[in-house]
């Protein structure tokens, strides 16, 4: 028989994979100096209101509209990060904003500014990886492990 937490230890444990998500992309981010792409920018949101939800969460433990919100957010998250995934293994194409070759060769003085600027990291461009996975790819596994317990936790447990 599997145990599964109570409500109360869920929401520490959704916190403490939150907040150490965070920490670790700043860390990869401004200590190993890989910068990041938009969409890792954008796969950070999620995970900074889930830290604050399951603050919520751990309080008013018996409530399934905070679980529900979870699991909301972790749907959201899983789409950030499976559509990254999805830019980088070429399943999809990139948006607009994630490409670093929307540059006019044909003008000289649009050439010249772009060299003088930070050209955007490619979203196709997977600099770092952890055992040879990409950190979208991570984080798209953990955010439908956590879909599954959140709802496994909401149909099956009653506080």
């Known amino acids: 028989m599997i145990i599964f937490p109570s409500r109360k230890s869920f929401y520490i444990i959704i916190f403490f994979i939150s907040l150490i998500s965070i920490i670790s992309a700043l ?24 830290i604050f939800i399951s603050l919520i969460g751990f309080y ?8 529900i919100i979870i699991i909301m957010i972790f749907i959201l998250s899983a789409i950030i990060s499976g559509y990254h995934f999805g830019i980088e293994n070429n399943f999809i194409d990139e948006i607009s904003s994630c490409t670093n070759n929307s540059l006019d060769l044909s003008d000289k003085k649009k050439l010249l500014e772009s060299i003088n600027k930070n050209m955007p990291i490619s979203c196709k461009d997977a600099t770092f990886k952890v055992l040879g996975i990409s950190l979208a790819a991570i984080n798209t596994l953990l955010s439908i492990l956590i879909i599954i317990i959140s709802v496994r936790t909401l149909t099956y447990e009653k506080n």
């Open 27 to 50: 860390y990869v981010e401004y200590i190993l100096h890989y910068e990041p792409c938009k969409l890792c920018i954008y796969q950070r949101i999620p995970y900074v209101f889930a």
């Open 60 to 67: 008013y433990s018996t409530s399934d509209k905070i679980l």
